[in-house]
């Protein structure tokens, strides 16, 4: 009697690690980049490495709200158009300077708006509910105390949280980091990250392939992620499927690189030259997970620096970026947040997936005045790159589940905000 050859069911889960639990097993093994300490200029999209915090009132001083008059509140209590109180103007507040006088019972400074309350004022009153003269001002209104004055410390006194450790620095932190003072500031600098594409069949975004190639649209894919999420990619440029040739081209990315990204060659046919490449080095663990699309992983660390390896189909490639990869390398760059936003959604079409494995469906969500709505953006075969320039989002279908039907919520995982 013939023997029966095994059939692999591509839908199942069975043998598979779960995609939740291998991402944790991954960021368990990376560590931050060991702070260095910068110009402020130059923190820009780096990771604020210890909380900064404020070493003194900001605003210094208090300043006037207003173009107008400072005077004491009790002088104007009863102040008002039929009834107007009239103060003696003894001086002048100006912005960036110390004001030349100050207020007594009756008297009032001329103040630009920013300038410094002068001493004895409590209040401004905005120049336009007065009428003044060059001696004297008639005030129009009642103003309370503490009326178009900006305290000193209203933004933060000593002490206060400015900007906490794993914040990635953008433009409103090097404003406030400015204004505290701190000329430079202790970073994780942004990771160097070499992007690798493998396979004999890959050619330049620039070259007519011939029949059987393809155009390496991994690399800028990976590169763009990289770029988007702050770090610096490094386009190592594509291997073919020769063992050597690849670890040549790790070794000589050695010296500039912080982590390594590669597509193609992890997962089970003869010419799978990442495989190869590590077969018993032992630092890198290849995985089948269990997500579609992007079962086969590699993780591990090649001369001390994490390497991910991915599938090269560019679905996959990009999910698998989104899912694990950029968690990792925001870990590296020191970051707290590490994951994607995720929001729910009704479905407004079906969405499917094999019923073992996690399945990332491409949608496109959009709000309605009903709540936000999703619908599949194409079929689930990881070669459809436009699936994914079409969608915003993966909705996530859990494993024991084939379908979801439309009016069914569904979590989602955005990858995108905006058109």
């Given at each position: 009697m013939a023997s029966r050859a095994h059939v692999h069911?591509?839908?199942?889960?069975e043998g598979l690690v779960p995609v939740e639990e291998y991402v944790e097993g991954i960021l368990a093994r990376i560590e931050p980049l060991a702070p260095i300490e910068v110009q402020l200029q130059q923190t820009l999209g780096c990771v604020a490495a210890t909380d900064v915090r404020a070493r003194e009132d900001m605003p210094s001083f208090s300043s006037s709200a207003m173009d107008g008059f400072a005077v004491q509140a009790g002088d104007v209590e009863k102040a008002g158009p039929d009834r107007p109180v009239e103060l003696r103007v003894v001086g002048r507040a100006r912005i960036g300077e110390r004001p030349d006088a100050t207020v007594?019972?009756?008297?009032?400074?001329?103040?630009d708006t920013g300038a410094p309350i002068p001493a004895g004022a409590d209040a401004v009153v905005p120049i336009e509910n007065c009428l003044s003269s060059q001696e004297s001002v008639r005030v129009l209104e009642p103003v309370p105390s503490g009326k178009?004055?900006?305290?000193?410390?209203?933004?933060?006194?000593?002490?206060?949280l400015l900007v906490p450790a794993g914040r990635r620095i953008g433009?409103?932190?090097?404003?406030?980091?400015?204004?505290?003072?701190?000329?430079?500031v202790l970073v994780h600098p942004r990771p160097r990250v070499v992007v690798l594409s493998t396979g004999d069949e890959l050619v330049d975004p620039s070259q007519l392939p011939r029949f059987g190639q393809v155009r390496d649209a991994n690399a800028y894919t990976l590169y763009g992620g990289i770029l988007e999420m702050g770090a610096q990619p490094i386009l190592a440029g594509r291997v073919r499927d020769e063992v050597e040739e690849f670890r040549e081209a790790i070794l000589s990315q050695l010296g500039q690189a912080d982590a390594f990204v590669s597509s193609g060659g992890v997962s089970v046919g003869e010419?799978?030259?990442v495989k190869r490449a590590f077969f018993k080095r032992g630092e890198v663990e290849f995985t089948r997970v269990a997500m579609q699309p992007g079962m086969p992983q590699a993780f591990g660390t090649f001369e001390g620096q994490p390497y991910f390896g991915l599938p090269g189909n560019p679905v996959s490639a990009f999910v698998s970026f989104e899912m694990i990869v950029r968690p990792g390398l925001l870990k590296l760059a020191g970051r707290r947040d590490l994951h994607r936003p995720r929001v729910t959604a009704v479905l407004e079409t079906e969405v499917t997936g094999p019923k073992g494995k996690t399945a990332f469906a491409r949608v496109r969500v959009r709000e309605t005045p009903e709540g936000l709505r999703a619908s599949s953006?194409?079929?689930r075969s990881s070669n459809l790159l436009t699936t994914v320039a079409r969608a915003n989002g993966f909705a996530i279908i859990p494993p024991g589940v084939e379908?979801?039907?439309?009016?069914?919520?569904?979590?989602?995982?955005?990858f995108r905000v905006g058109s």
């Open positions: 069911d591509h839908d199942s889960g007594g019972g009756g008297e009032a400074v001329r103040i178009h004055v900006r305290p000193a410390g209203e933004d933060a006194v000593p002490g206060d433009p409103p932190e090097l404003g406030i980091l400015a204004s505290s003072g701190a000329a430079r010419r799978d030259v953006t194409g079929g379908r979801l039907e439309p009016g069914q919520e569904c979590r989602v995982v955005l």
